[in-house]
């Protein structure tokens, strides 16, 4: 299958088709292959501005490109004229005539929706395409290495795998984007997907009704469950992931977390529960004995590393289909 999304931008999975989805995951299933993309962003480059500090999304852009024959640049705020007020548009207009794409990962928690807004500025300023690459809604990127993953594993019947994303304790605050970007894909794609969550912890409302308008079209089970034990009963994949508690302020999101943390660790009580061949996926950075027990973390079951080495192939894909078709 075939993919035609070049020139635009990457912010949100809410704006393609699950055709085009395919699409990229068959074309990072050919590039991990070696059947597909040699050197085809020879003389492009990739410019990435890193508000927040990144591990696996900062070194897999950087990977994917120059196994291309592309080369990136990272700047933070702090090293250009918007640490002294030159505004995004000014700052969008003058990068995007130097540049082939422009690379953005910004959040603030505390202002929940402007990280995103502030994209939809510089894409709309930008001559290149802007990819997301994570800001306070989405993760759009992530979510196409997990699914590559799972297809992976399970294969053509990977959307018959019963998926369960769950909410997991950790002592910092950190984004819903993995949230909606697997809710929304799942939806579309016609996955079977449960979100667990303790109360308090619930998406969006717009990835909520984005996710059902789909599923009716798409034939996807969409389900939602406060008790992981529950959650976990027939699972393929048990996915582990912290967000922030959209409806609290950062003091209550605090509390809701601390009194959720013991309830909600994935432990092989969780994977007995499980069908057997289940997998634990964590789209890291972790700490053992929060999102999981180490036991889980670490033992075969754990496909997490996979997980992150598809962040390379699944960005060679996308950067490949927006930069040259």
Known sequence: MTVDIRGRDFLGLKDFQADE??????????????RNGRRCLEGKLIGMLFEKASTRTRISFQAAARQLGGLTETYTPQ???????????????????????????????DAYGKAHRDLQVIAE????????????????????????????????????????????????QKSPGVTHSLLTAAALLGMTLTLAYPPGFEPDDEYLDFARAAARRSGARIEHCHDLDEACVGADVIYAKSWKSLTSTSAGDRELRERARARWCVSRRHFERANPGAVFMDCMPLIRGDEATAEVVDGPQSIRYAEAENRMHAQKALLAALLTG
């Open 21 to 34: 989805l395919v699409g990229l995951l068959q074309l990072a299933a050919d590039m991990k292959a070696g």
């Open 79 to 109: 090293e250009l004229q918007l640490s002294n007020a030159e505004t995004l548009i000014d700052t969008a207009e003058v990068m995007s005539r130097f540049l082939d794409a422009i690379v953005v990962r910004s959040y603030d928690l």
């Open 125 to 172: 300023h930008s001559a290149v395409p802007v990819i997301n690459a994570l800001d306070d809604k989405e993760h759009p990127c992530q979510v196409l290495a997990d699914l590559l993953t799972i297809q992976e594993r399970f294969g053509a019947s990977y959307q018959r795998r019963k998926v369960v994303f769950t909410w997991a304790y950790a002592k910092r």
